[in-house]
Structure formats: structure tokens, C-alpha cells
């Protein structure tokens, strides 16, 4: 397929690294020059000098044989000129934009996108804010992701010392449950990620990420002693867009929520729209102030000001004060594997998240039916529909030659969901949620047809 991007920032270069490893032929458009040809230098990619708003530049960089269109650069006027002007030509069959100007989402996306005639609307805060409340719900979880309609969950959390499944076998492990119920399909250690066989070890520090049906959540935590549970008291630092959709949603599920915000007039305005929740006209990295609001009791802090550096130091600051889970945002996503090094739990990009959630829509069509790339984390999950012509059809999986870095997790079948094992047999319709090392997408992409 070939694929034109608008825009060479932090979301254009992540959708290039992924979509031209893919093999996809993919069009990258940016009045930078040195961007371009950096990533030109780095990735299989064809660049074009210019600004996508511009009707010629779009001839020139080949529109007319273009089937997606991704509009992602800084300006919102941009992104929606450019998807504009490509709807002239036929062959694009579907247009995205990023735009953050929270006046287009007052009627709602879809209403949105109709009007504007875009298949997909972006916006990277009510991204972050979705992915937020997602992570809240589950506290000793890092990462959160749903497939087959949201009955499988795929979860990530870090094991520590004096955990009694350190020094387990996987294979072990699998026999100590009276039912199969969850499986481990990746660990992270090292800054590596490890596609597990029966006898890999879990060792202290490790992430691991299992796949497992959500009824069964509470259950399989219990087995590796975890005890996540919803917040009851909040604190957000930061009370700019994302943070005030958050304290909004969890005003609505009756969470005690206090909103820290430095600018007097921001205030005024989060007062008059938030029926509970405390606003604090306070700065973030003022530790006495917080203390005296209870921010050492904290379940969990969420923090999203516009400073990468006042993130990372109030969840900091709130970790050493006692506070049990914190969420940052981060503007720098090269940055996200070292911060778990300094004790931040849960570290989000807007920009990878918005990201993500395009990769999906553009994976979204034929087999493919969902995917979720790991932030912090080289690989990713995705969930594949068996199709009629699939040559693996009623073999048992311990006989298939199942690529290598790669792992099924789980199957959704009518319905029902199944933890497989080495006798299971895959079926014609049966979506399978495969997790994978990056450098496997080929192989698994080639072994599914």
C-alpha cells in the first residue's frame, strides 16, 4: 500500500519506522529539509520538500497513486487543508488527521469527521486521557491493553524481590493453576524483550506481560500475588486539557480528586466546571503545600503539566513521599525506558499514543483485525482473524512451525475466548492475539498469509 504522511515530528517518524519496516511504500512530506533527510538516511522512506497544504507539492509527491493519507504536522489548519485537498483524487480511499484544537471535538469525533469528510480524528489529549483512566484501574499494572472486543486483556507488570514466583519456570507455573488462564507472552528484562519458552525463569526486576481473559484479572493476580485495585484518592498536577478531562471522568466514577494547577485564571475556570473535585492553586514541585493536602495518601498521580521536567520531578516527589502509583507524560519518548530506572511507574507520550492508535486504524482492515505497539517496550501485540485459506487450520500448535520471537496468547472463538496450549487447534474465524519481538512482524505477517 502506499502511504503518504504530512508532518516529520515525533508521530510522522514513529509511523515511518513502523510502516516501512512493513514494507509498506510510504511518502514522507515536511518543509524541514534536515528532518527529511535524516530520516531518509535512517528509513526505507521517499521525501518530499514542502508543506502538504500546498495542492502542487501533493502532484509532486505522487497523491494521485496514494491510497492512505496521513496529515500529523504541528499545525491543525495544515492537517485539515491537506486532507482537503486530497479528497480530489479517488485513489485515496482514507484520510487522517491529528488536530488538537479542542473546538472540533465540542460535537463529538464522528459528528467531527463527517462533516469534515476525515475517516479518523486524532486528538492526543483525549488519547492520553482515554489511556489514563485505562491505566487507573489496575494499580500494580504498567500497561493495559483489550482485544477481542474487550474480553482479552493483555497486562504488564514488574516483579519484584521476594515475589514467590521469582525462580519458577513458566511450565511450572502453568501446572501450580488449576486451569490455564493466563499466559506469559513476553518479559522484559535488560532493556531486552524475551518471547518465553516453558523453561524461562522470572528474575526480580522483570516485566512481564500476560495475556488473559478479563473475568479472570482479579484471579490471576492473586496467583502472582499482585493487588491492583481502583484509586480512591487522585491527585493530577497539571490542569490543562488532559488534566481536566481526567478529573472530569473521574468525578463521574466517584474518585476524590485533587487538581493542582500554578495559573490563577486556569483555576478559575477548572472551579466553575468541576462539581468535586479540589482545585489547588499551588505549584506541582511544592512539596509542603502538597503534603498538606494529603498527597503522601495518594492511590495514584497523575502528572500532565506542559514540562517534561515538572512531570518527572512531582511524580517523584510524590513516589518518595508515599504516594502508591504514579502516571507521567512525557513530551520525549526516547526518554520513556529510562524513567522506570528512577522509580516512575507508568510513563506515556502523547505523541506515541496518537500514534498508536493511527497504526491500528491503518492495520485495522482484512485479517488484521487490532494492534498495540508496548511503549518503552520493542514489541508489539496484534490481533489476526483466521482465514478460510489458512493452511495451520485443525493442526495442533505444539505441530505448527510458529515463527520465532513470536507467541500466541490467546483465541477468540463465537465468542469465547481460550488460553491455548500445545493441543489447541486453530479454527477458520478465529482471531489470535500473537505478541511479537519488532524484528518478527515480517515472518509473522508472512506465516498468516
Known amino acids: 500500500m502506499r502511504i503518504m504522511i504530512a508532518g516529520a515530528g515525533q508521530v510522522g517518524h514513529h509511523l515511518c519506522e513502523k510502516l516501512s519496516v512493513e514494507g509498506q511504500e510510504v511518502v514522507l512530506i515536511d518543509r524541514d529539509e534536515k528532518k527529511l533527510r535524516r530520516l531518509e538516511r535512517d528509513l526505507n522512506i521517499l521525501p518530499v520538500l514542502g508543506s502538504a497544504a500546498s495542492a502542487r507539492v501533493l502532484e509532486e509527491a505522487g497523491i494521485k497513486n496514494t491510497e492512505l493519507f496521513i496529515a500529523v ?15 480530489q483524487y479517488n485513489q485515496v480511499a482514507s484520510r487522517i488527521a491529528r488536530v488538537r484544537n479542542e473546538d472540533f ?4 469525533e464522528a459528528h467531527t469527521e463527517k462533516t469534515l469528510d476525515i475517516d479518523l480524528l486524532i486528538s492526543p ?14 494499580s500494580d499494572a504498567f500497561a493495559v491493553a483489550d482485544f477481542a472486543g474487550g474480553q482479552v486483556e493483555l497486562l504488564g507488570y514488574e516483579v519484584y524481590k521476594g515475589n514467590p514466583m521469582v525462580g519458577i519456570t513458566l511450565q511450572k507455573m502453568q501446572t501450580m493453576q488449576r486451569q490455564s ?5 513476553a518479559i522484559s528484562r535488560g532493556g531486552n524483550t ?4 516453558g523453561d524461562d525463569k522470572i528474575e526480580p526486576g522483570d ?15 492473586a496467583h502472582f500475588h499482585f493487588t491492583s485495585k481502583a484509586p480512591k484518592m487522585v491527585f493530577i498536577i497539571g490542569g490543562g486539557t488532559i488534566g481536566y478531562m481526567v478529573a472530569k471522568r473521574m468525578e463521574k466514577q466517584k474518585i476524590s480528586v485533587s487538581l493542582v494547577e500554578e495559573d490563577p485564571k486556569r483555576c478559575e475556570f477548572l472551579t466553575e466546571q468541576l462539581e468535586n473535585a479540589v482545585v489547588l492553586n499551588c505549584d506541582g514541585l511544592d512539596a509542603h503545600e502538597l503534603l498538606e493536602e494529603g498527597i503522601d495518601q495518594a492511590d495514584l498521580v497523575i502528572s500532565v503539566t506542559e514540562s517534561d521536567t515538572t512531570n518527572i520531578l512531582s511524580s517523584l516527589l510524590s513516589k518518595h513521599h508515599g504516594a502508591r502509583k504514579c502516571i507521567t507524560k512525557i513530551n520525549r519518548p526516547d526518554f520513556i525506558p529510562l524513567l522506570g530506572k528512577l522509580g516512575i511507574d507508568v510513563a506515556l507520550s502523547p505523541r506515541l499514543v496518537a500514534a498508536n492508535m493511527i497504526l491500528r486504524f491503518v492495520r485495522g482492515g482484512g485479517k488484521i483485525v487490532s494492534v498495540a505497539t508496548l511503549l518503552g517496550s520493542d514489541a508489539e501485540v496484534m490481533e489476526i482473524q483466521v482465514s ?5 487450520q485443525d493442526i495442533p500448535l505444539k505441530s505448527l512451525k510458529f515463527p520465532r520471537h513470536a507467541v500466541l496468547g490467546a483465541i477468540s472463538r463465537k465468542g469465547k475466548v481460550i488460553i491455548p ?3 489447541t487447534r486453530l479454527k477458520e474465524g478465529d482471531n489470535l492475539v500473537v505478541f511479537f519481538a519488532k524484528d518478527a512482524i515480517s515472518s509473522v505477517e508472512a506465516f498468516f498469509g
Open 207 to 221: 516485566k512481564i506481560y500476560l495475556v488473559a481473559r478479563k473475568k479472570d484479572i482479579a484471579e490471576v493476580e
Open 125 to 138: 489529549d483525549i488519547a492520553m486521557a482515554d489511556e489514563i483512566m485505562t491505566l487507573s484501574q489496575l
Open 194 to 197: 524475551i518471547i518465553p519458552r
Open 388 to 392: 478460510e485459506s489458512a493452511k495451520f
Open 105 to 108: 471535538y465540542v460535537s463529538g
Open 421 to 423: 496450549s500445545g493441543d
Open 73 to 87: 504536522t504541528d499545525s491543525d489548519e495544515v492537517n485539515l487543508i491537506a486532507c482537503i485537498l486530497s479528497k
Open 181 to 185: 488462564n493466563f499466559l506469559i507472552v
